[in-house]
Structure formats: C-alpha cells, structure tokens
C-alpha cells in the first residue's frame, strides 16, 4: 500500500502563491492515478485536481482552473500542486490521493489519502 505525505501548506494574502508536495513512499506515483482534494471547515471533502496513471492527463476543477497547475515528478516520487493566484475561499485543508487503477475522473474511490495540509488565504 502507498503511503502519501502532504507537504508546502500555509498561510498567504490572497493573490500569493503556494506549492504543495505529495511525496509517496511504498508505492510508485506514476503507477497511480492522483488527485489533490480539499475540505474546508463545515464543508464537504471537494475535488481540485487530477492526473492520470498513463500519460499524465491532467483535469481540473472549474474553480481552480488558470490558477492551479498539477504535476508529477516520477524521479522522485512526488506529486506537485502549484497554486497561483488565491483567494480567501481557497481555505482548506489539501490532501493527495491516490488510486491503481480505474477511471482518474471518478473522485469516489480514491482508496490512498494522505494526512492533508492547511493552506490559508486572507484578504
């Protein structure tokens, strides 16, 4: 089973940018398909972004879109979340995901989930 560890939250105004880092041990990124996700406070868990295990396809959520660049780093082991642009409803906590096999689009099962890191924007 692979084990995924969220890095590079924080706190920024809003129009600042962040980096988050998804590093997966026990396991490949690129064998995976993965996913950023994020929940806010008295909010459902909510999808950003995805990538696919073959070819790398990337799909985003409407919100995010222009201003959030996922990316993968098979070298070393490492899923990125480049966010540009925040905004206060950026507020959440950020977490990876991964899973083997099936379609990357379908966000309900998704079975590996990192531990997840605060990101908070403020006007």
């Known amino acids: 089973q692979v084990q995924l560890v969220e890095s590079g939250g924080g706190a920024v105004q809003a129009g600042g940018s962040l980096r988050l880092s998804c590093a997966a041990s026990g396991g490949t990124v690129s064998t995976y398909h993965m996913g950023w996700f994020r929940q806010a406070p008295e909010k459902e868990r909510e999808f950003v972004a995805a990538i696919s295990r073959i070819g790398g396809v990337t799909y985003y959520a409407d919100s995010v879109k222009r201003r959030f660049t996922m990316s993968r780093d098979n070298a070393k082991n490492t899923l990125y979340l480049q966010m540009n642009s925040l905004k206060p409803d950026d507020t959440a906590v950020y977490y990876c995901?991964?899973?083997?096999?099936?379609?990357?689009?379908?966000?309900?099962?998704?079975?590996?989930w990192g531990q997840g890191t605060q990101v908070t924007v403020s006007s």
């Open positions: 995901a991964g899973k083997p096999s099936g379609n990357y689009l379908n966000w309900a099962n998704y079975p590996y």
